[in-house]
Nanobody
Framework: QVQLVESGGGLVQAGGSLRLSCTAS????????MCWYRQAPGKQRELVAG???????NYADSVKGRFTISRDNALNTVYLQMNSLQPEDTAVYYC??????????????WGQGTPVTVSS
């Protein structure tokens, strides 16, 4: 099995910054893709940012220029640096990873979520 553990959420004022971390552990051959989703109250879960094992990234339009995703492959960890936070960024942020547990078998895993609250 694979476990994802997130940290770094909290309460911040508008314009502030937070850095989220997510570390994967367990039986891991390679992590192909790591990303962050978020879900605000009453809304659907949405993709915020993702990063592939080779380093290429993708972002939701709403966070481009403000958020930066990065990863440390040696530590099986992905980070989300969030700057210029706004109240509309308030949500529970979930880490997601597509993990190859062997060369031929992969699966999708979720973290438990970490809440981010941005006050105006």
């Amino acid at each position: 099995q694979v476990q994802l553990v997130e940290s770094g959420g909290g309460l911040v004022q508008a314009g502030g910054s937070l850095r989220l971390s997510c570390t994967a552990s367990g039986t891991i051959f390679i992590i192909k893709y790591m990303c962050w989703y978020r879900q605000a109250p009453g809304k659907q879960r949405e993709l915020v940012a993702g990063i592939r094992s080779g380093g290429s990234t993708n972002y939701a339009d709403s966070v481009k220029g403000r958020f930066t995703i990065s990863r440390d492959n040696a530590l099986n960890t992905v980070y989300l640096q969030m700057n210029s936070l706004q109240p509309e960024d308030t949500a529970v942020y979930y880490c997601n990873a597509y993990v190859l547990r062997t060369r031929d078998y992969g699966d999708n895993y979720w973290g438990q979520g970490t809440p981010v609250t941005v006050s105006s």
